[in-house]
């Protein structure tokens, strides 16, 4: 595989940048493989990656029904953090952090890791409260929080309303400063590339129509490029996992629903930090191009569209230019939806199943992307050795029934509602 | 915008409406022997079926009655609503 380096990029300036490798093939399936993961976007293609690294795994085949990194992984709003109270959630997403921290070093991928911090505004008093006891479960856990005042944050985003009369005043909030956001389509193809350098087959426009179980093991996938082979298979399809669950008489603590973020047009550097509302949902950070990436609440209802509804865009602009004013002037360039496999007390499904050779990663709600290389990390371990890591062994199927959820918002099992 | 048709006031944009969730979902029976997997499946559990699903909707800013939607959800076409205690015609 070509290394990528500034030598590499003026050797290449001298060809007219013709003579590129490919970044990963595009091969035909083979017969069988060692392990099939289904789901070529980020989680996928990172559980191929840490499969082929940590365990040498290499004959793997990722099935992806549309293109890599056409789902979620570049549907996101690019966030990192991990600001979690729970020790489960804490660990984890810390893991991931770390991860993130070197993975352009690692994967010789720029994936534009941007530590620009994530501010969880406070609008009262009870909620400096629960923000300090946040932050305090967050450094007890060895991760970066800072509590922040009002006068703090007059200093970082001066533009906020901060004026006597607003309907939730900024009382001060919380900042995780290694947070921040990474480019969502380089994090996908930085895997992809590793992967296939390793010998991982990505396949592309292939869909998985059923799967070949005999005696509760797994024997195969069927396709719509034929039938493949394996004694392993890793699920890893967010906002479908149900439509294959059914294929494999499971029934999942999940629901689809459609959430959206939209852009506006790019403008001079503004907002330094990802910053969240904390009387409503809205989050907003800049990108490197300059648009305001915005996003907020699910739309509502059941939803398997790639595409929203207008209310919810309105919605949470309202709670946007209740904090940002002077975003009421941007013009908005494009909105977008991805589809959420929302679980039922908001954190993620990474585990064996009834199935032998069947693993499933879902449930990741809106916190997907900033989980995708610690989730890749545990998959792989949780598939080449049959069974889980520490640090994904309470994300298993059975809290739905021994009462050890990890409800990290506390709003039940209604996810329309949070 | 859905525009929902409330079986007491007739057709309303979405705004007016708030969503209540999975409509064929028993409660387990009281008074009964209820095992702990009846009660896992009934609050944790879902169909989350690609295509028509039966749902519950509250027209929080209308009548506040409850009614069932029978609408699918990857197109986000509405086929019928009705009252609580009749049944939706999935024709």
New interface residues.
Partial sequence: MQNYSVFSLVKNAFTNHENWEVAWKDPEPKKEYDVIIVGGGGHGLATAYYLAKEHGITNVAILEKGWIGGGNVGRNTTILRSNYMFDSNAHFYEFGMKLWETLSQELNYNVMYSSRGIINLAHSDAQMNAYARRGNSMRLNGIDAILLGRDDLKKMIPFADFSDTCRFPIHGGLMQPRGGTARHDAVAWGYARQADSMGVDIIQNCEVTGFDVNNGKIEGVQTSRGNIKTKKVGLCVAGSTTLLADMLNMRLPIEAHVLQACVSEPVKPLLHQVVTFGAGHFYCSQSDKGEMVMGGDLDGYNSYAQRGNMPMIQHVLTGGLAVFPNFSRLKMLRTWGGIMDMSMDGSPIIDKTHIEGVYLNCGWCYGGFKATPSSGFVFAHTIAQDQVHKLNSDFNLERFHSGKIIDEKGVGPKPWIG | ??EIKCPFCGKRS??EF??G??ATIQRPQLGEEIS??DW??F????????GK?S?LWHHVSGCRQWFKVL?D????EIFDTCKMNEDLNDQ
């Fill in positions: 915008m859905l979405q705004n708030s969503y969730g999975d702990t997997e896992d499946n609050v944790y559990f879902r169909d989350n079926p690609r699903h749902e609408r959800t990857a197109t986000h």
